[in-house]
């Protein structure tokens, strides 16, 4: 995330997929000298509505939108339910990747509980 404290600061991070849910790590510097503590924020996937991989010329992002405004405030930089996460040219492939494995777990996630719900339906 770019672009903290009023544009005097930004963050460094990375996040991680946990079984069933995102684990975000990140850092806060203020005009590159003052550290915030690591902060670690837990989402559980059940509240990411979408996360999309968004490559462009000069920077690739990543954008997570959430279900609430709750998760999203929780960083330090949001807009409504929406947190984007600017990526290093480096990271492309994994984050690529990572974003391919969270829609698949999300895509699992929904059809096991359109199975459950067809059970219990059926009473099965």
Known sequence: ???THAG???????????????????????????K?????LEVPLSEV???????QLFSTK?????KSLQHAQEFPK?????????????DRPDAKRFVSE???QLVTSSLDSMLEMT???LGQ
């Open 49 to 55: 509505a979408s996360i999309d991989y968004k490559p």
């Open 1 to 3: 995330m770019s672009d």
């Open 8 to 34: 005097f600061g930004h963050c460094d991070g990375m996040v991680h997929l946990e079984s069933d849910s995102l684990k975000f790590e990140f850092q806060s510097k203020v005009a590159g000298i003052l």
């Open 102 to 104: 969270v829609k698949l």
């Open 36 to 40: 915030s503590g690591i902060k670690t």
């Open 78 to 90: 949001a807009d409504a339910n929406e947190v984007v996460l600017e990526l290093k040219r480096r």
């Open 119 to 121: 059970n219990e339906a």
């Open 62 to 66: 990543l954008e997570l939108r959430f």
